[in-house]
């Protein structure tokens, strides 16, 4: 098992991140999704937790075979997904990944969203009091991120909000913006196979990291086009969306599901 704390700063609001962050998932899911892969989503409903209260759940399926390294290409079917389970409770959400071919394999997130640069260091005191963690701020503006993923239209260093003024974001930034928010992180990867655990959890801590600033980047690029939006609009949003993207993701793989599945329980 490994766990760290990712705390990724913004220059916006919680109150305002509410409607931002459920805008940037549908079209960052929708962008990602082509030739069969990406996030196909399979629940989308409300949720009532008794200690959490009014939430939303979500299930998806992310297909991402040719997203892995070739050693982990060669030991997974060509048509590989995980599942995830999402809990949204804003301002703390859970989410879950797993994998039924690799029963040993998961992800498990909790996310707090506050008001301030990331200077709370006992934000996850109830959850992980005692266990040692290492912490990781991200950056949105000063970052490197994959150069197959970079567009100077999302680098926050260039790009202004015409909206809310924010932008164009230098070096230490974070010390004096206002607004500022702060999305906490505690990740746990779990891949308990002898000789791989190692090599796959810090492999899988590294893609978690790109997604954070990848998606963190572009919730505030993409501000303008989600700053005036009502919660029933972004809803509204967040349907289209997912039917545009099971449209294509789901093409080429409702026929292949249920194959995936049998090879996982004979595997196991």
Known sequence: MLL??????????????????????????????DRGEG????????????HHGNGQFTEKRVYLNSKLPSWARAVVPK???VTEKAWN?????ITEY?????????????TKYEDNKGSNNSIFDSEAKDQEREVCFIDIACDEIPERYYKESEDPKHFKSEKTGRGQLREGWRDSHQPIMCSYKLVTVK????????RVEQFVHKVVRDILLIGHRQAFAWV?????????????????MHEQTNIKVC??????????????????
């Open 4 to 33: 760290k704390e990712y705390r990724i700063c913004m220059p916006l609001t919680v109150d305002e991140y509410k409607i931002g962050q459920l805008y940037m998932i549908s079209k960052h899911s929708h962008e990602q999704s």
């Open 39 to 50: 996030v196909e989503v399979v629940q989308n409903e409300p949720f009532h937790d008794p």
């Open 79 to 81: 048509i590989f997904y």
């Open 89 to 93: 409770y804003y301002p703390y959400t």
């Open 98 to 110: 797993t994998c039924s071919f690799l029963p040993k394999f998961s992800i498990h997130i909790e």
């Open 191 to 198: 891949f308990e196979v002898w000789g791989l655990q190692t």
């Open 224 to 240: 303008d086009e989600w700053y005036d939006m009502s919660m029933d609009d972004v809803r509204e949003y967040e349907k289209n």
């Open 251 to 268: 093409n080429q793989h409702s026929s292949t599901v249920d194959d995936i599945e049998s090879q996982a329980k004979t595997s196991t």
